[in-house]
């Protein structure tokens, strides 16, 4: 970033291309600055003689931003401004995908005392943004490499619905296509969360230690999926809860593998 803002600093011209760049290394940084990142992109979006594509990728850019501040409706409104034959549609279906998955996430969980009407309704909007991810996934190319992100997301779904089992195998699908990916990390994440949940702590314990053995350096985390303050935040309690269940041999094989 610093070097970037030198080139900004040090060229008269406007620079829209080095505004997209700060902006995707703002969100690439272990805790990402979606504010920071979403002026960036405005500077980006007002330069001057953009083509077609470079402003489609701008708009894209701009969604991703809107979607992690949670601003939904702005998020929409900006991916209707994406054409359906834009060579980027793949990763705007995907962040169509996963605007439909948030909005089912603010609804309130049904009970399964609650009518089936309400019931429905969660269930409704899960279930057409899995349809829409795997129309993302569908569209993939060696270009846009979607696949991975909305099996991903497809599998969070499913965690939705409370149907484990299936997302489990998605998840185990994707370190089996997808290893060493940001969302191989995050699916063994996923997987080390159902499994604690479930009261399998040995299988908990051992997915939560392979993801730390991953962390070589918090200073150089990165992942789209999962912020390192959430991370530290739910191995830390996480951590507790096995000091609260007396359960010292659980807490103290994940206290090791901390950095």
């Known amino acids: ?27 690439r ?3 990402p600055n979606f504010k920071a990142a979403l002026d960036e992109n405005t500077h980006y979006l007002d330069g001057e003689k953009l083509s077609d594509a470079e402003r489609q990728r701008g708009l894209l850019q701009r969604a991703r931003i809107l979607l992690a501040l949670d601003r939904l409706a702005d998020c929409h409104e900006v991916l209707g401004q994406i054409p359906v034959n834009a060579r980027n549609r793949a990763e705007a279906t995907l962040l169509q995908g996963q605007l439909q ?58 965690l939705e619905l409370k149907d484990h089992r299936a997302a489990l195998k998605q998840f185990a ?20 969360d159902v499994a604690r949940r479930l ?36 191995i830390q309690r996480t951590h507790q809860q096995y000091l609260d269940a007396e359960k010292y041999e659980m807490a103290s094989q994940l206290a090791a593998h901390l950095h």
């Open 173 to 192: 699908r994707i370190l089996r296509i997808h290893p060493g990916t940001p969302e191989a990390f995050a699916a063994v994440f996923q997987e080390a």
């Open 29 to 31: 940084d272990a805790n």
């Open 1 to 27: 970033r610093p070097v970037l803002r030198e080139a900004l600093e040090t060229n008269p011209l406007p620079q829209p291309a080095l505004h997209h760049m700060l902006a995707e290394a703002t969100l």
């Open 101 to 158: 998955l948030r909005e089912a996430q603010r609804l309130p969980k049904p009970a399964v005392s609650e009518p089936a009407a309400e019931a429905n309704e969660f269930r409704q909007k899960v279930e057409a943004a899995i349809a829409t991810l795997r129309e993302a996934e569908s569209q993939d190319t060696l270009d846009t490499q979607i696949s991975g992100k909305a099996m991903y997301l497809i599998g969070v779904a499913l």
């Open 199 to 234: 009261g399998k702590d040995k299988d908990a314990i051992t997915r939560y230690c392979q993801i730390l053995d991953q962390i070589s350096s918090p200073e150089s985390f990165s992942n789209p999926w999962l912020t390192l303050n959430e991370l530290r935040t739910h």
